[in-house]
């Protein structure tokens, strides 16, 4: 059975959640080749696992190459990983007594938050996780199917993400966009939606070599976060702060998979690059609320 199957027999387990993002009518996977609503509106699995969901296709900005980088970040230097332990035991204390969640990470990337999130509450806290993942970006989701399995990748939008109303226990959105309206329809009555914001001195050591003024040196996220409170009821709030040596190779990819050098001449980039080791700041607050 090849991945395209797999996936497609895995999306059987849980093709109750869907609706048609073109007609919103409910949807059955065929023949481990495509999921398909009840009007024939009709989308294939691809052969690397993931669905691609939206109703035109769009273009992005960020490459495969990034989401590589990122992957390569998250997962070999660990860079997230106090990060991942604190989402996931924040998650387990809120849903004591749920042996099964279902979980939705909005604005996946490549996928590597979800995949450490809930494989960590399945051996660490013994709970069975049906983990989704979804992102606008085709080459992101491209990358999580590639190397993640037994989770739903998606190509979709926040805007219009193709599930039924009230199916999620959980939403996670970690450095990402957010669609509340959306986060509110898909949330199950006790639902915990987890955002993730930079705080101000989230990987300043690249920000202070890419940017001369000193307003673009730190963040301010007082807005978003302000926004949150209008949206949902504040149960829990807390700070990630921490610093993670990266050597040459690391700093390259840490680079790469950031869209701050972007904004910046190849020059200013090119001192950074060029240093042996550094040591880079992570500094990140967590909100988590519900309805």
Not at 26 to 34: A, G, H
Not at 145 to 150: F, I
Not at 192 to 206: F, I
Request: aromatic share 8%.
């Amino acid at each position: 059975m090849n991945k395209r199957m797999k996936s497609a027999r895995y999306v059987s387990n849980f093709e109750s959640i869907f609706k048609c993002p073109i007609c919103s009518s409910s949807m059955k996977v065929s023949e481990l080749t495509s999921l398909i609503c009840s009007r024939n509106h009709t989308f294939d699995f691809t052969k690397q696992g993931y669905i691609n969901l939206t109703a035109h296709p769009v273009k992005t900005k960020y490459s495969k190459e990034l989401f590589e980088a990122r992957r390569k970040v998250i997962v070999e230097d660990g860079f997230f990983k106090p990060l991942s332990q604190t989402i996931t035991d924040t998650i387990n204390k809120h849903t004591i007594g749920k042996e099964t969640i279902t979980l939705i990470d909005m604005g996946c990337g490549e996928g590597s938050h979800l995949d450490q999130i809930s494989d960590a509450l399945r051996s660490d806290h013994l709970k069975r996780v049906m983990g989704v993942g979804i992102d606008l970006s085709k080459e992101g989701v491209l990358v999580a199917a590639k190397h993640y399995s037994e989770k739903i990748w998606a190509v979709a939008d926040l805007a219009n993400p193709p599930f039924k109303d009230k199916q999620f226990d959980v939403i996670l959105n970690i450095l990402s966009p957010s669609n509340y309206e959306e986060f509110e329809r898909l949330s199950k009555a006790d639902c915990l939606v987890v955002k993730v914001v930079p705080q101000s001195g989230y990987l300043k050591e690249v920000r202070e070599v890419i940017f001369d003024e000193p307003e673009k040196q730190s963040y301010s996220n007082a807005e978003t976060v302000e926004r949150f409170y209008r949206n949902f009821q504040l149960v829990e709030r807390s700070r990630v702060c921490y610093t993670v040596e990266l050597d040459n190779p690391a700093i390259q990819t840490l680079v790469h998979m950031t869209p701050l050098s972007w904004a910046t001449s190849e020059e200013q980039m090119n001192t950074f690059l060029q240093m042996e080791s550094a040591k880079i700041t992570v500094d990140l607050e967590i909100l988590v609320g519900k309805k």
